[in-house]
């Protein structure tokens, strides 16, 4: 029925919303949803064209309608089913973190917008708008360290993180690290 | 005739000085102001300059709590409000002397452990103002995010925007513009290959949703009734609302109520 390939994307989109990584992109949906918008088209050209067509026919202009809303559904369930993934691209570029289920387009797309995202972090260097976006609480906290990291240079002083040493550190400092799983807060 | 051109260089000289006065603050200008507002903050900065260049501490403080006030009405209403470039402006540059400050302090690392708690409480303190501009700022990017063609197609709300939103929105559309035409849109009949299409029965615009709930204090005495439907609201000082934004708006701007 018409409609029903781009219903499945809409469904698709539904369920990332509790994934925590971009599902594999419907390349054949999203291709089949194509594939309807442009039959439709066809078979709307092919209405009018026909000799016996007549504008004022109720019949025929219920057709036309009826095709034209369906066109327009397919397109609005593809430019949502993508702007889901779009803003799961964004979220992904301002955490610094990837999305390893993306196509060719989405790869350059989120390469594109990464880059974006450095030049309007430009004119606020002091405030790293890519920074945490939790409250701060502690500005100081004590870390232990779980794998040797080597000497790390910080405003109070060069730190030298062996294994199992403890440091009361700038969180700021060594965010990084704990992401990494190198430190672990205590 | 001669005079008229001693005249005119005597002008231009005064002209050229003037605008290299001006320069340096222009070209620094981390978030891009015009340049009437420059002035002003110049102006500002003059003013006060015998005590601090940055402003007297009850500047600082106002500043600071309409910061505070700007981020939780941005946060809370749908839209984008008009943009506090100017206050940012001064913030930002007390924030960057606050941290040659702490820089400046904790190299010179005396035995003295009093140093080491006063830059403990700066540091903190410091920590929270970045944490309100960052978050200010990021939210307004993702309601640009969240409406982009509605927001291209929209002057009166572009000139709620910084010129460094600006841009951004201008680049950020283009890229999921790109995206959305190297995915499917070139394989559209022509007919359907606009993007701000709002017509007939479903829009392809994304528009900020005005309806959406909010949560006010009435903080003056207006005595005004709203009425909705069959019910209706009296705005009695000190009582809490939730309400949809489009009815409270108005107030919202006039100050009789604010955001919690």
């Given at each position: 029925m018409l409609g029903d390939t781009a219903l499945k994307l809409v469904h698709d989109s539904r369920r990332t919303a509790a994934l925590d990584l971009l599902p594999a992109y419907q390349e054949e949906l999203v291709r089949g949803v194509c594939r309807e918008i442009r039959q439709l088209d066809a078979s709307i050209n092919k209405t009018q064209d026909e000799p016996g067509y007549d504008p004022q026919d109720r019949v025929a202009h219920c057709n036309l309608l009826v095709q034209h809303l369906a066109m327009r559904r397919d397109k609005r369930c593809l430019l949502a089913y993508q702007f889901t993934r779009a803003r799961r691209m964004n979220e992904a570029a301002w955490k610094q973190t990837e999305e390893p289920n993306l196509n060719g387009n989405e790869q350059e797309y989120m390469k594109a917008y990464e880059d974006l995202i450095v030049d309007i972090k430009g004119p606020y260097t002091d405030i790293d708008l890519t920074g945490s976006l939790e409250p701060p609480n502690d500005v100081f906290i004590d870390v232990r360290v779980l794998q040797s990291v080597g000497e790390v240079q910080t405003e109070y002083g060069v730190f030298n993180?062996?294994?199992d040493s403890q440091f009361f550190v700038r969180r700021s400092d060594v965010q990084t690290l704990l992401l990494q799983g190198y430190l672990k807060e205590i | 005739m001669e005079e008229d051109n001693l005249d005119l260089e005597g002008m231009d000289i005064h002209s050229g000085l003037d605008s290299s006065f001006h320069s340096p603050p222009h070209t620094s200008d981390p978030a891009g102001l015009s340049m009437d507002e420059t002035d002003d903050i110049d102006d500002l900065i003059n003013n006060v300059r015998p005590h601090d260049p940055l402003g007297t501490l009850e500047e600082k403080e106002a500043d600071i709590k309409e910061l505070t006030h700007s981020w939780v009405t941005e946060r809370m209403s749908p839209t984008l409000l008009p943009t506090k470039e100017a206050l940012l402006f001064r913030i930002l540059k007390r924030v960057q002397l606050q941290i040659e400050v702490i820089e400046e302090k904790s190299i010179d690392m005396?035995?003295?452990?009093d140093v080491k708690l006063e830059l403990l409480i700066v540091e903190t303190e410091l920590e929270r103002i970045k944490y309100l501009i960052r978050s200010y700022l990021r939210v307004r990017l993702l309601k640009i995010d969240n409406s982009m063609e509605y927001y291209q197609s929209s002057p009166l709300d572009r000139m709620n925007m910084s010129q460094t939103e600006r841009m951004y929105l201008n680049r950020h559309y283009a890229l999921l513009k790109n995206l959305y035409a190297h995915q499917?849109?070139?394989?559209?009949p022509d007919s359907l290959k606009q993007m701000n299409d709002s017509s007939?029965?479903?829009?392809m615009v994304q528009e900020p949703n005005m309806d959406h709930p909010v949560f006010v204090r009435v903080?003056?005495?207006?005595g005004r009734k709203i009425i909705i439907g069959n019910d209706s609201v009296k705005l009695r000082k000190g009582s809490i609302v939730v309400i949809k934004y489009s009815i409270i708006v108005k107030y919202v701007e006039s100050g009789d109520v604010v955001f919690i």
């Open positions: 993180l062996e294994k | 005396s035995p003295d452990t499917f849109m070139n394989t559209f007939g029965s479903a829009s903080v003056k005495d207006t």
